[in-house]
């Protein structure tokens, strides 16, 4: 069987974004929950941009329990909505012409706490655990050609934040990076 020349890069970055989709849930499991650091996993496929986050809950709000007071509440509120909205977290070169299509946020204490207030026995258990949020974005780009790279908008989203572990996987390659504050963007080639 005969390949075309660009297959083998783009048949070897289908698979490494494969394998970096399956392992966007379960990536950090096995890694310590680190205050002020948060793990962004991006994915280049085609026209779709893929955005992966996963952050203690601290890092975001500064608790990782079901909020107690109203304030509290007002708090989660805001940080989830600024989640689900995604556009200022996220940007992608303005030539490459990316929309967000679907952006989801997990985060089960914060989603109890909306349901019913956590009082008692059920507040106590929650105390000393360690709660992080998931989150993920697509992004459907006209011009996937012009991506270049993503700037990051969580440091001045969340000021408790203090370093992001950014991993890539792409048609050219995977890369790794480590952003500390002022730094907000992301190479998205090589």
């Known amino acids: ?38 793990k962004v ?18 890092s975001l709000l500064g608790f990782e ?29 303005a030539a490459a012409q990316c929309t967000l299509s679907k952006a989801e946020v997990t985060a089960p204490v914060l989603d109890a706490a909306n349901k019913a207030p956590v009082t008692g026995a059920a507040a106590k258990a929650t105390e000393g655990d360690h ?13 996937p050609q012009q991506l270049r790279t993503l700037e990051l908008g969580l440091f001045d989203a969340f000021k408790r934040m203090q370093r992001i ?3 890539v996987a792409g048609a050219q390659g995977q890369s790794k990076v480590t952003l500390k504050r002022p730094a907000r963007t992301v190479k998205l080639v090589r």
């Open 41 to 58: 996993d991006v994915a280049i496929e085609g026209s779709k941009l893929t955005v992966a986050l996963q952050s203690p809950l601290d």
């Open 165 to 167: 572990e950014v991993q």
């Open 131 to 143: 709660a992080d949020l998931d989150a993920s974005y697509e992004y459907t780009c006209a011009q």
């Open 1 to 38: 069987m005969t390949m075309n020349p660009t297959s083998p890069p783009i048949v070897m970055a289908i698979r490494a974004i494969a394998l970096l989709m399956a392992m966007l849930p379960t990536a950090h499991a096995g890694k310590a929950h680190e205050h002020g650091v948060a």
């Open 65 to 93: 329990r079901a909020p107690r007071t109203d304030a509290e509440r007002k708090s989660a509120a805001d940080v989830l909505a600024r989640l689900r909205s995604g556009g200022a977290l996220f940007k992608a070169d």
